[in-house]
């Protein structure tokens, strides 16, 4: 197999403090690669002069891009101008930027939710646009699409050696537990810890707890994204699933155990459920190579003592 990375590539990581960011860094790094960073306050990614000025003072042989505005249901619900022109100027910023730097390489990672609301399961990368959007999440997924297109055409048009790939929903060390704009898990993580710390009885949840979903850790997103950059030159973007889904309700019900809740829960229907199933195909990841290597209940259990930990939060 043709490598397409130098055996120790420089490579600038954007949005290396976030969830996803931060996991490709440490993978990265253990794998020999120089990470290349900028905070926030050093350089706004939405400003397209001043990235494109970095990129070709840095000269990195690869970019990631993982700085993303990223939320649940309730943040995609509410903040929908802030999901679609943040992420679009953020994906125009450092792509255009990395090409006219002459990055030799670029990882655009997207999102699952750019599928189809009923997309047929398991999803293949080939449903694209075939129809309509969740509408719950239809602007940040359009502005995916569009990073998606963005990479593409930069492909056809300069040859570029860009790719782009599509993790399923995610978890691990460093989320967002903050339960205005958090996603699922950690806001399920904190919803029951906060319950058995306060002798909550019953604990109320959103939707019918029907929908299934699968749950990846980000050290298995961030070893596949290792992979890809070295691997993988196609047009097509590549999906990053465990191949499991699961619903709602059993999630819910395995953090329940992890984190000991005592009580009861309840569902609010009258509350969006979103996507019904969602469910990703793997099968082009797996011929290069790659598997998940983290179980779910494993992985939740140290998502939850990472937390803990860092937040000061009381032990179990």
């Known amino acids: 197999m043709t490598e397409l990375l130098p055996a120790r590539a420089r490579i600038f990581v954007a949005g290396h403090r976030g969830l996803v960011g931060s996991a490709v860094a440490?993978?990265?790094?253990?794998?020999?690669?120089?990470?290349?960073?900028?905070?926030?306050?050093?350089?706004?990614?939405?400003?397209?002069?001043?990235?494109?000025?970095?990129?070709?003072?840095?000269?990195?042989?690869?970019?990631?891009?993982a700085a993303a505005r990223v939320g649940g249901i309730m943040a995609n619900s509410t903040y929908p101008v802030q999901f679609l022109e943040d992420n679009l100027?953020?994906?125009?910023?450092?792509?255009?930027?990395?090409?006219?730097?002459?990055?030799?390489?670029?990882?655009?990672?997207?999102?699952?939710c750019?599928?189809?609301?009923l997309a047929e399961q398991p999803i293949r990368e080939e449903a694209l646009l075939t129809g309509p959007l969740e509408p719950t999440n239809e602007a940040y997924a359009l502005a995916k699409i569009a990073g998606i297109v963005q990479i593409q055409s930069y492909r056809r048009q300069y040859g570029a050696s860009y790719i782009s790939a599509m993790p399923t929903?995610?978890?691990?060390?460093?989320?967002?537990?903050?339960?205005?704009?958090?996603?699922?898990?950690?806001?399920l993580i904190r919803r029951f810890h906060e319950a058995e710390r306060d002798g909550v009885p019953r604990l109320t949840l959103w939707g019918s707890g029907t929908p299934r979903?699968?749950?990846?850790?980000?050290?298995?997103?961030a070893a596949a994204c290792a992979l890809l950059l070295n691997s993988y030159d196609g047009d097509d973007p590549v999906n990053v699933g465990c191949g499991e889904d699961l619903t709602i309700r059993a999630l819910a019900e395995t953090v329940r155990d992890v984190v000991g809740y005592r009580g009861t829960i309840a569902w609010d229907t009258g509350k969006p459920d979103g996507t019904p199933r969602k469910l990703l195909d793997t099968s082009r990841l797996r011929a290069l190579g790659w598997h998940p290597r983290i179980p779910l209940r494993d992985g939740i259990s140290a998502v939850y003592d990472h937390w803990?930990?860092?937040?000061?939060?009381?032990a179990r």
């Open 26 to 65: 440490r993978r990265l790094t253990a794998d020999g690669h120089e990470v290349l960073a900028r905070t926030r306050a050093e350089l706004d990614l939405r400003d397209a002069a001043a990235t494109a000025a970095y990129l070709r003072q840095a000269r990195p042989d690869a970019v990631v891009l």
């Open 89 to 112: 100027l953020i994906q125009l910023s450092v792509i255009a930027g990395a090409h006219r730097a002459g990055v030799p390489r670029s990882l655009f990672l997207g999102s699952s």
């Open 114 to 117: 750019i599928y189809p609301k």
């Open 169 to 187: 929903n995610l978890y691990g060390p460093g989320d967002n537990f903050d339960l205005e704009t958090s996603h699922v898990l950690p806001a």
């Open 213 to 221: 979903r699968e749950f990846l850790h980000v050290d298995d997103l």
């Open 308 to 314: 803990r930990a860092t937040a000061g939060s009381p």
